[in-house]
Nanobody
């Protein structure tokens, strides 16, 4: 059974940084393309970033490009999201997602992913 657990969320001041982690179990982690998504109240779930199974290719949502960095450690079954220069607009529940795929690219659409974590809340406020 695939299970994923996010951690690292919290309250941070504008301009600050956070590092999210997502640890997967019940999977051969490097068989999976991974993604980070977020959803704010009253809004649709949107892509933050995604990463191919090898870590060799990444994509970012327009609103986070240049501020966030996605990475993965396949030996530790863990996905990361380094978030810098956070603003109130980044406040949301952040989810990690997985789909079994060893293609060269990852997916920006949440509909491509089969497994989801429970989410971790990120609140940016002074």
């Amino acid at each position: 059974q695939v299970q994923m657990a996010e951690s690292g969320g919290g309250l941070v001041q504008p301009g600050g940084s956070l590092r999210l982690s997502c640890t997967a179990s019940g999977v051969t982690f490097d068989d999976y393309t991974m993604g980070w998504f977020r959803q704010a109240p009253g809004k649709e779930r949107e892509v933050v970033s995604c990463i191919s199974w090898s870590g060799g290719n990444t994509l970012y949502g327009d609103s986070v490009e240049g501020r966030f960095n996605i990475s993965r450690d396949n030996a530790k079954n863990t996905l990361y999201l380094q978030m810098n220069s956070l603003g109130p607009e980044d406040t949301a529940m952040y989810y990690c997602a997985a789909v079994k795929n060893k293609g060269p690219w990852c997916y920006k659409s949440p509909y491509e992913y089969d497994y989801w974590g429970q989410g971790t809340q990120v609140t940016v406020s002074s």
